[in-house]
Structure formats: C-alpha cells, structure tokens
Nanobody, 129 residues
Framework: QVQLVESGGGLVQAGDSLTLSCTAS????????MAWFRQPPGKEREFVST????????YYAESVKGRFTISRDNAKNTVYLQLNSLTPENTAVYYC??????????????????????WGQGTKVTVAS
C-alpha cells in the first residue's frame, strides 16, 4: 500500500521560512516524479513544484519561483519543499503527490493534478501577517 506522509506545516509569521517533508512508502521512490500542490482556503488545488526521479530537474509555478525550492533524498524516500519569504497568500494545505514512471516526461506537463497517481493527506501552513 502506497503512503505519502507530509509534515512540517504550522503557523508562521510573514517573512519566515518553513521546510515541508513528504516521506513515501510502498513504492519505488526513485521511479517517481514527485510534486507539491497546495489548496488555499476556499480555492482550488494548484500546482506548486515538481521534481524528476533523480532530482536533476525541477519545475515551479511562476508564483513561487525564486522563493520555494523543491528537493529530494532518494535514500530517505523523502521530498522536501523549502518555503522562504512567506506571505499570508501562501496560507494553504500543502499536498505531496507521486507519479510512478521511469520514463521521461516534460516537466511542464506535470502541472495538472490528474497526472499524479498517489497523494498525501496534506499539511497545513498558515502565515500570519
């Protein structure tokens, strides 16, 4: 059974930084594109970032480029999202997702939530002004 478990969310102040983690089990982690999505209160779920199986390629939503950094440690079956210079607009539930494939996929094609096979339960990030 595949499980993705996010952690690291919480209440922070504007300008603070936070690191989210997502640990996977039940799958061959190194054969998965991993991604972060978020769902702000009252809004649709949106793409944040994705990373290739090896970690060599990354892709970001324009709204977070330069402030958020995705990375992964295949030895630990874990993907991370470093969030810097947080603003209240970054308040959301952040979800981890996995796409199981050893093949190459153009990163820009991985921004849609329906491209992913597995999802975590989410971790809530609240940024106070």
């Amino acid at each position: 059974q595949v499980q993705l478990v996010e952690s690291g969310g919480g209440l922070v102040q504007a300008g603070d930084s936070l690191t989210l983690s997502c640990t996977a089990s039940g799958l061959t982690f190194s054969n998965n594109y991993m991604a972060w999505f978020r769902q702000p209160p009252g809004k649709e779920r949106e793409f944040v970032s994705t990373i290739s199986q090896s970690g060599r390629s990354t892709y970001y939503a324009e709204s977070v480029k330069g402030r958020f950094t995705i990375s992964r440690d295949n030895a630990k079956n874990t993907v991370y999202l470093q969030l810097n210079s947080l603003t209240p607009e970054n308040t959301a539930v952040y979800y981890c997702a996995a796409r199981s494939t050893a093949a190459y996929i153009v990163m820009a094609a991985l921004t849609a939530s329906n491209r992913y096979d597995y999802w975590g339960q989410g971790t809530k990030v609240t940024v106070a002004s």
